[in-house]
Every structure is written in C-alpha cells, then in structure tokens.
T-cell receptor, first 114, second 114 residues
C-alpha cells in the first residue's frame, strides 16, 4: 500500500514570497491533516479535513496560510507571504476516519525562509 | 490546558541496554495516547497506542508502554536497544471527539552508543 506522498521535499524561499505544498493521502482515507514542525519541537496541527470539509483550523494563521482539499483527495497548503518564522517541516498525515484512528504521516516538506 | 511533557530532550544508551522514555500528559478527559518515532528525513511512524483496556501496550520493534492514570504518565520502554533505534521519539495525546487532533510533546532524541 502506498503511503502519504508529499512534494516538494525541500523548498527555500525569500521572506514575503509565496509557497505551496502538495499532499496525496493514502487511498480511501477520508481525513487529512497538516502539521507544522518547528526545529526542536513536536508537530502542531494546522488544519484537519474530513473529506473536503474543514474540521479544525483553529491554529492556522489565516492571514497568511490557506489550505484546500480538492474533491476530498489531494490537498495543498499555501503560505503567502512567508515570514522567517514559517521555517519548519510541514507534515501531511491521513487517517481512515476521524477521531482516534491511526494517522499515517508523509515524509514532510522542509521549508527554509531566508 | 491539554499538554504533553517529555522531560528528557536527549538520552544516550549503550547498545543492548534497556531504555525508558518518559511522557507525562495533561488532559481533561480520558485520553488516547500514542508514541511515534521519527528517523532523520522521515515522517513519523506509529510505535504503539493506548485507547483502553490493558494498561501495558505492546508495539512494533519490541517497544512497550505502560499507562498510569494516577501519575498521568505513558512511558515507553524497550528491554534491549539496537543501534537502529537511534531516532527522535514523540509522545502524543488525542481526544475521543471527532477531531483527530494530536498534541505532541517536544520529543526525545535517542542516541545509541556501540
């Protein structure tokens, strides 16, 4: 079974530029998560989708971050404009359902903002 | 407030020695508890999880964890560490509601000496 796919794996941008990350979850998984992992910290949930609806985006900085999940499958996370403090690894995860179902993580996208 | 504390940022053990990684949580309701491992450049992989029932949980790669409600702890153990266990370990807590939001600790980096 294919795992969660993410691209790109690495991205370097200047502050105030925009960037987008892509995630393809495990086939059949209804729930998709985006986490932000800053160096030296544990992952922090940014947004959770159930199919193509948002379940939780309480920690998403909505003035600069946006996310969508097209047709309940793939998802993109965008940052515009980027700030230095956005430098982090962005992890995508998926699970069969919501709640306590096991979350399977992708390899992440490492973003460096200069 | 919900939180997870991993008191040890960095631990070094000799190969073949036993291992215990500590995790304390603060959660209002009965939590679901997880341990994930992250190798360099990789996503997080689930080692084990506790939902209910037997408080001693067996996981993959020879790991186990014990849930102690009175101490709000969920410590991870392994009787004999292998060099391939060197990685970062994250404890996480989640709720029983529809949201699958996981709250992670800051992680413990395990170094294994030959």
């Amino acid at each position: 079974e294919a795992g969660v796919a993410q691209s790109p794996r690495y991205k370097i941008i200047e502050k105030r530029q925009s960037v987008a990350f892509w995630c393809n979850p495990i086939s059949g998984h209804a729930t998709l998560y985006w986490y932000q992992q800053i160096l030296g910290q544990g992952p922090k949930l940014l947004i959770q989708f159930q199919n193509n609806g948002v379940v939780d985006d309480s920690q998403l900085p909505k003035d600069r971050f946006s996310a969508e999940r097209l047709k309940g499958v793939d998802s993109t996370l965008k940052i515009q404009p980027a700030k230095l403090e956005d430098s982090a690894v962005y992890l995508c995860a998926s699970s069969l359902g919501g709640g306590p179902d096991t979350q399977y993580f992708g390899p992440g996208t490492r973003l460096t903002v200069l | 407030a919900q939180s997870v504390t991993q008191p040890d940022i960095h631990i070094t053990v000799s190969e073949g020695a036993s291992l215990e990684l500590r995790c304390n949580y603060s959660y209002g309701a009965t939590p679901y508890l997880f341990w994930y491992v992250q190798s360099p450049g990789q996503g997080l992989q689930l080692l084990l999880k506790y939902f209910s029932g037997d408080t001693l949980v067996q996981g993959i790669k020879g790991f186990e964890a014990e849930f102690k409600r009175s101490q709000s702890s969920f410590n991870l153990r392994k009787p004999s560490v292998h060099w391939s266990d060197a990685a970062e370990y994250f404890c996480a807590v989640g709720g029983t509601s529809n949201t699958g939001k996981l709250i992670f600790g800051q992680g413990t980096t395990l170094q294994v000496k030959p």
